[in-house]
């Protein structure tokens, strides 16, 4: 499965900058959440693993209304995201490799659904001060989601 994600989103006011082991190196690691990210239709059938229409078909209406107000969590879904955020002025953009996207959360709309979610990704030390101006604010979000490939399917368990 492979998504492209292009949308604004609402940054998360902070970011949680810690260090964790990859192996036998440890590296640092950004932890950035955002919310209302403006998703169609086709995005959700993505997500959630569905063939091409089910969202239009089971989720919404004739008119493209919400059947209810859903939510739908998607706590097991990993993906890899790789991408830009952009802010307001062209300096301002952080660039994502192989950024984890997990946490996922759908909220129905008219026509789509409002994503929100966390990302993790590998950071540079002077990597982190690029990431201040885009806190707290509306941004261009735009990634490629893919599968992050096989996963421990017993974890959970």
Not at 31 to 49: M, Q, Y
Not at 119 to 141: F, N, Q, T
């Amino acid at each position: 499965m492979k998504t492209e994600i292009e949308t604004t989103a609402e940054i998360g006011k902070a970011v949680n900058i810690k260090r964790e082991k990859d192996g036998d190196t440890e590296v640092v690691v950004a932890h950035l959440k955002f919310d209302a990210a403006l998703v169609p239709r086709e995005t959700i059938d993505d997500l959630v693993g569905r063939p091409i229409g089910w969202a239009q078909h089971c989720l919404f209406d004739e008119f493209g209304a919400p059947i209810g107000h859903v939510d739908i969590s998607l706590p097991r879904l990993s993906l890899i995201a790789t991408g830009k955020i952009r802010g307001i002025k062209s300096h301002e953009e952080i660039t994502l490799r192989q950024a984890r996207l997990d946490d996922i959360v759908l909220k129905l709309t008219d026509n789509g659904a409002l994503l929100s979610g966390s990302l993790a990704w590998k950071i540079a030390g002077d990597e982190a001060s690029d990431l201040e101006p885009l806190l707290g604010r509306v941004c261009i979000l735009h990634v490629i989601a893919q599968d992050s490939g096989q996963q421990d399917m017993l974890q959970a368990a």
